[in-house]
């Protein structure tokens, strides 16, 4: 590996590094509004067809730096959609309202 393809996996690994305050914030805050999905949505899609590419180069360094973005663009692209629409999130039985069977015992056929 050479020193520029060093110096991009550790400019590509700090900024990601960087990010993750990004998440711990969303998370703590149990709020995405001041996020915007389309700006995540459309920089996600920008990365896949740099995944895409990068995979199609056969460059490591490339692909395993392009996976990780990829990756925290999609955790990112979740926490949002999470937040702003809980409903969709939850249990399917959840929404089903499913509630679990007692097993009833049948007592008439017992000697006493």
């Given amino acids: 590996m050479d020193i520029l393809g060093i110096a991009y996996m550790v400019a590509s690994t ?10 711990t914030k969303v998370i703590r ?5 001041e996020l915007s999905l389309t700006s995540w949505g459309s920089w996600s899609i920008t990365q896949f067809v740099c995944l895409a590419y990068t995979i199609s ?4 360094v490339l692909m395993s730096m392009s996976a990780l973005w990829t990756l925290y663009y999609m955790i990112m692209m979740t926490f949002i ?12 039985f959840t929404r089903l309202r499913v509630r679990p069977q007692v ?10």
């Fill in 29 to 33: 805050a149990k709020s995405s509004k």
């Fill in 14 to 23: 700090s900024q990601i590094v960087a990010g993750v305050p990004h998440i």
């Fill in 103 to 112: 097993a009833r015992v049948d007592t008439t056929d017992v000697p006493s």
């Fill in 57 to 60: 180069t056969g460059e490591f």
């Fill in 81 to 92: 959609a999470y937040y702003r629409w809980p409903q969709y999130f939850k249990s399917p």
